[in-house]
């Protein structure tokens, strides 16, 4: 069965440093996000990305954030500086359409931890 | 806004019996989805169930169904029949369907406990 992978696992990095959290989405989707949860809160909407463009994104979604999809399968969050509270799970989810009953399929998540 | 709230934080279920996990929500569109998500330890989200907001009938799943009343915005999951696999968050989602807004939006989730 087609599922988003999503690498690493977990990520420890320094206060300060790049990151780039990596996803592959099932190949025929065309919807691609990028969720978060702090632990202990709520999941929450970063950004979307259709087409080669972002659709859609939260305020959290700053200029430290941005993403790509460089070679038609990767999808890619990055961010440039990291700081502490950006220390949370990041799961990339990908689906066939934007409409809203659309099924949106998850990936395991990436535990980034910045220290 | 729209908010989503699972007031339960965790619940328990003895193995084969039935559970209920709750879900409001808050909104001022008519036209929208709910979702139930199953997050166990793998930390993969599964898709559970969905319910239409302009369909009366409630959904089902094989052991899982839903009581969507959406006057009062609440959308509830039975499970049925509780089975050891079952333990795991469980988070209720909104999404609307209008426009270009494609984002769930969550609540914080319940754990459920399966006790054999």
């Known amino acids: 069965e087609p599922e988003v992978t999503q690498t690493p696992s977990h990520q420890v990095t320094q206060m300060g440093q790049e990151v780039i959290l990596r996803c592959v989405p099932i190949s025929n989707h065309l919807y691609f996000y990028w969720y978060r949860q702090i632990l202990g809160q709520k999941v929450e909407f970063l950004v979307s990305f259709y087409n080669n463009e972002i659709s859609e994104k939260s305020e959290i979604f700053d200029d430290q954030f941005s993403v790509e999809r460089p070679d038609g399968s990767n999808f890619t969050l990055k961010i440039r500086s990291t700081k502490l509270e950006d220390s949370a799970m990041y799961f990339c989810?990908?689906?066939?359409?934007?409409?809203?009953?659309?099924?949106?399929?998850f990936g395991q998540g990436t535990r980034l931890t910045v220290v | 806004a729209q908010t989503v709230t699972q007031s339960q934080p965790e619940m328990s279920v003895q193995e084969a019996e039935t559970v209920t996990l709750s879900c409001t929500y808050d909104?001022?569109?008519?036209?929208?989805?709910l979702f139930w998500y199953k997050q166990p330890p793998s930390r993969q989200m599964i898709l559970v169930i969905r319910q239409e907001a302009y369909k009366q009938q409630n959904a089902t799943e094989n052991r899982f169904s839903v009581n969507f009343q959406k006057a009062a915005k609440s959308f509830s999951l039975k499970i049925s029949d509780s089975q050891l696999g079952d333990a795991a968050m469980y988070f209720c989602?909104?999404?609307?369907?209008?426009?270009?807004?494609?984002?769930?939006?969550w609540g914080l989730g319940t754990s459920l406990a399966v006790n054999p």
């Open positions: 989602a909104y999404r609307p369907n209008a426009g270009n807004n494609r984002k769930l939006i």
């Open positions: 989810a990908s689906s066939l359409q934007g409409q809203g009953g659309t099924e949106a399929f």
């Open positions: 909104t001022s569109e008519s036209d929208y989805y």
